[in-house]
């Protein structure tokens, strides 16, 4: 078992999640603003001397509200060139009187919601993004409170589902990382991950003449569904009779959670007097609830199943479009291809988890997104597995001293007599090869993006380094819309039911923020909080592999402008979360191009030298 250090004292969890809630919102704001000016702690000027003696810092950020006359005095504990800034508590602000105070969290989410409603001339929103930035932070308290003592986060070795309930802070970036709009307090601990949660799944029987479902393998939906239950040892023998043969129905789980919201659905009741729609209840084996809340896992079962739940989680609502089911099934075919075989021959230890198949009903034709299912493969069966998602990995621990990533790499580079440097850029460098490689050759041969952000990327460890990688998310993929008829001429008909084709400059944002910016970067600035490397050295190395690995052949890598942008660029798209959060913007609907805010930062790697350029190879 890796251990961390113990700060010399420690905090209430309620104060810990107040942190890391200040933390995550106001490196939003000053990502998304650029409203930053950075400053040393030495200064003359005696409030930011007061500010660097009570906090201890050698670093201060300041940030003006010129709509209120006041000033934030941030103390940097971490000055990060990626971008995600770690802070000393409290954060100060001065008014135009020059009187320096202490903020406390709520007073200072005010006070830059307010700024915010300024700058953007809108203040219907900033109640209900206050209003879920405290149910975030309870929430986050209440998972610290039971986790605190839990030293298996930081393990060399873990499960994967108990990394997927190890997302403790969630969305580094994020204004409210753990906000989950729906459920009660007894729901949350009973449906939380953080929290163990553990159920049945609930079943609704439904009549052929209302079903939609497809499926790419040798059985459909439905007989997956009840093959699987037939097989269910929790599930008596007259159950099996009455409900799993082959006959004119459907069984089709849902989350016991939505099981009651679909019931006061007019129509769901209609089908119900009609005898169409049956209202079975829970049974069978329990279900564990991943990261993503509405994915649930047995570690028995060959599949895991994407349930629709009509709670707002981050952004969202969490239902099961029918894009995104049609979606499912076109991608595993497509990767069944001349496509799916080449990824695999050339990157053998790089995965895509699939959906394979989906199952809901329609009334009058439209599909009702909120009894949809679908099914997805399960690489991860049994306990004996050392699969984590990387966001995971690189979360800040709960004392806030390091990350499970930086006690790995402290306790590799002990096992090898090596320095955690050395450690840390053979660790980055396997982790490039094995996940920035395929999903790059993927895209600038066959324009199919993935979005590849950190809660999507789950990584296989051996001896504490990256062996495989796996992408999963039936919805996070995009096809160039240069690409087309490539595709088209592979899979017929493409895109129609699925509706992912995108333009290309819209294409190349996304890949540019989820797989860079937020996956890629998030990771180097989880080495550089940890204190195990120079965030730049890690930078250098990137830039390296983008010049030297990745050729302009093909006619969509002459056309991607992506890796060009990292490569010349002074700034980048990046994806605003608060903005998007203070829009009261569903990022899942609507048209791809204008789902979230997105705005210009600063590119970390312009005018950063190459590991080339340096004493970095080993």
């Not at 497509?334 to 009334?363: C, H, M, W």
């Not at 051996?462 to 008829?485: E, I, L, V």
């Not at 120079?534 to 992506?562: F, P």
Request: hydrophobic share 35%.
């Amino acid at each position: 078992m890796l251990t961390q250090n113990k700060p010399s004292a420690r905090i209430s969890y309620q104060q810990r999640a107040e942190q890391a809630t200040i933390q995550s919102f106001l490196n939003c704001y000053l990502r998304e603003t650029n409203i930053i000016e950075i400053i040393a702690a030495n200064s003359k000027n005696e409030n930011l001397q007061t500010v660097a003696e009570k906090t201890g810092v050698d670093t201060l950020i300041i940030s003006e509200l010129p709509s209120q006359n006041q000033r934030l005095i941030i103390p940097v504990k971490y000055l990060s060139p990626t971008g995600r800034h770690t802070f000393s508590f409290p954060i100060f602000t001065t008014n135009k009187n020059n009187q320096l105070q202490e903020l406390e969290y709520i007073k200072l989410i005010n006070l830059i919601t307010k700024e915010l409603s300024a700058n953007q001339d809108e203040t219907d929103n900033q109640d209900e993004l206050i209003l879920r930035v405290i149910q975030s932070c309870e929430n986050i308290a209440r998972f610290i409170n039971f986790r605190q003592t839990d030293t298996s986060l930081y393990n060399l070795e873990k499960p994967f589902v108990d990394t997927e309930k190890s997302l403790i802070f969630g969305h580094h970036l994020h204004p409210t990382p753990k906000s989950r709009q729906g459920f009660n307090e007894s729901e949350l601990s009973e449906y939380s991950p953080e929290l163990k949660g553990e159920f049945q799944l609930h079943y609704f029987r439904a009549h052929q003449s209302i079903i939609i479902e497809d499926s790419a393998l040798v059985i459909s939906a439905t007989n997956l569904v009840k093959s699987e239950l037939r097989k269910d040892p929790n599930i008596d023998d007259e159950f099996k009779a009455k409900y799993c043969q082959n006959d004119e129905y459907s069984l089709i789980p849902i989350h016991p959670w939505q099981a009651n919201y679909v019931l006061n659905i007019p129509e769901i009741q209609t089908l119900i007097k009609q005898g169409l729609l049956t209202d079975i209840g829970q049974i069978g084996k329990t279900y564990q609830a991943t990261s993503s809340i509405r994915t649930v896992y047995n570690s028995q079962s060959p599949y895991m199943v994407k349930l629709s739940l009509n709670v707002k989680i981050t952004n969202s609502l969490r239902t099961n479009l029918y894009k995104e089911l049609a979606r499912s099934v076109e991608v595993y075919n497509l990767l069944e291809s001349k496509i799916g075989q080449k990824l695999r021959e050339k990157f053998p230890n790089f995965k895509v988890i699939r959906d394979p198949a989906y199952l809901t009903i329609q009334i009058d034709g439209q599909p009702i997104n909120e009894l949809a299912t679908i099914f997805r493969e399960n690489p991860f069966l049994g306990d004996n597995n050392n699969a984590t998602c990387l966001i995971s990995l690189c979360q800040d621990s709960i004392e806030n001293q390091t990350s499970r990533l930086g006690e790995i790499i402290k306790y590799l580079a002990k096992q090898e007599n090596k320095t955690t440097t050395e450690i840390s850029i053979n660790w980055f460098r396997k982790y490039l090869e094995l996940y920035l490689k395929p999903i790059l050759w993927l895209y600038l041969n066959y324009g199919i993006g993935l979005e590849a952000h950190q809660q999507n990327t789950v990584i296989e460890l051996a001896q504490g380094y990256p062996k495989t990688c796996f992408y999963r998310d039936n919805q996070g993929y995009y096809y160039r819309s240069s690409a087309h008829q490539l595709l088209a001429n592979i899979l017929p008909n493409i895109s129609q039911k699925s509706e992912t084709i995108c333009d290309d400059v819209v294409v190349d944002e996304r890949l540019g923020y989820y797989l860079f910016l937020n996956n890629i970067f998030g990771l180097i600035n989880a080495f550089g909080t940890a204190e195990v490397i120079d965030e730049n050295i890690l930078l250098s190395e990137l830039k390296a592999h983008l010049q030297s690995s990745y050729t302009q052949d093909s006619d969509i890598a002459k056309q991607s402008h992506l890796i060009s942008n990292f490569l010349s660029q002074k700034t980048i798209n990046c994806k605003a979360n608060l903005l998007t959060r203070f829009h009261n913007m569903d990022e899942l609907v609507g048209d791809v191009a204008t789902q979230s805010v997105y705005t210009q930062i600063p590119n970390p790697l312009y005018n950063l030298e190459s590991s080339n350029d340096h004493n970095y190879q080993q």
